[in-house]
Nanobody, 112 residues
């Protein structure tokens, strides 16, 4: 059974930081690139970041470049999203994705 379980969301003030985690089970984690997406309230889901299977290559949406960092630990079957300098427009449900599978999402709210 494939499972992607996100955690680490919450309420944070503008300028603050959060670190999201996504623990994966049920498929060959280390063989697949991993993605983070987000869905702001009332908007379409959008791609945020991707990391290659080995972790050596990453890419980011322009809206988060320089503020967010994606990483992975293949031994722990976990992908992370470090989010710094958060803005109200980063408010969204954040999802991890790989190989046609989605997690359930974790809510991030940036507000004073």
């Amino acid at each position: 059974q494939v499972q992607l379980v996100e955690s680490g969301g919450g309420l944070v003030q503008p300028g603050g930081s959060l670190r999201l985690s996504c623990v994966v089970s049920g498929f060959a984690f280390s063989s697949y690139p991993m993605y983070w997406y987000r869905q702001p309230p009332g908007k379409e889901r959008e791609w945020v970041a991707v990391i290659s299977s080995g972790g050596s290559a990453t890419n980011y949406a322009d809206s988060v470049k320089g503020r967010f960092a994606i990483s992975r630990d293949n031994a722990k079957r976990t992908v992370y999203l470090q989010m710094n300098s958060l803005k109200p427009e980063d408010t969204a449900v954040y999802y991890c994705y790989a190989s046609q599978y989605w997690g359930q999402g974790t809510q991030v709210t940036v507000s004073s």
